[in-house]
């Protein structure tokens, strides 16, 4: 049984900061890029960032870019995504997504913007920015 469970979502307040923190399980995703998305309220999921199978490469949304940071600890099987000075904008739900084969060993996450890349998701948490 494969899992991807997300936490460290919450209410913070604009200017502040998160981790969020996505622990897999049942599978090892040290050779797969990892993502992140998001749906805010009353919108599609969007992409925010994604992080290569060593994490040497990364890529964020440019709502983001700057303010967040993708990184992954591969022996703990986890990835986070460190989110600071918050905007209400960012209230959304935060899903992580674990790469397909089509990302295996790939040092490219530019090219793994689009959620056709990944093959297993997590349930969301979300993350609330009041003014």
């Known amino acids: 049984q494969v899992r991807l469970v997300e936490s460290g979502g919450g209410s913070a307040q604009a200017g502040g900061s998160l981790r969020l923190s996505c622990a897999a399980s049942?599978?090892?995703?040290?050779?797969?890029?990892m993502g992140w998305f998001r749906r805010a309220p009353g919108k599609e999921r969007e992409f925010v960032a994604a992080?290569?199978?060593?994490?040497?490469?990364?890529d964020y949304a440019d709502s983001v870019k700057a303010r967040f940071s993708v990184s992954r600890d591969n022996a703990k099987n986890t990835v986070y995504l460190h989110m600071n000075s918050l905007d209400p904008e960012d209230t959304a739900v935060y899903s992580c997504?674990?790469?397909?084969?089509?990302?295996?060993?790939?040092?490219?996450?530019?090219?793994?913007?689009?959620?056709?890349?990944?093959?297993?998701w997590g349930q969301g948490t979300p993350v609330t920015v009041s003014s």
């Open positions: 992080i290569s199978w060593n994490g040497g490469s990364t």
């Open positions: 049942g599978r090892t995703f040290s050779g797969y890029a």
């Open positions: 997504a674990g790469g397909g084969r089509g990302t295996y060993h790939r040092n490219d996450a530019a090219n793994f913007r689009d959620a056709k890349w990944y093959d297993y």
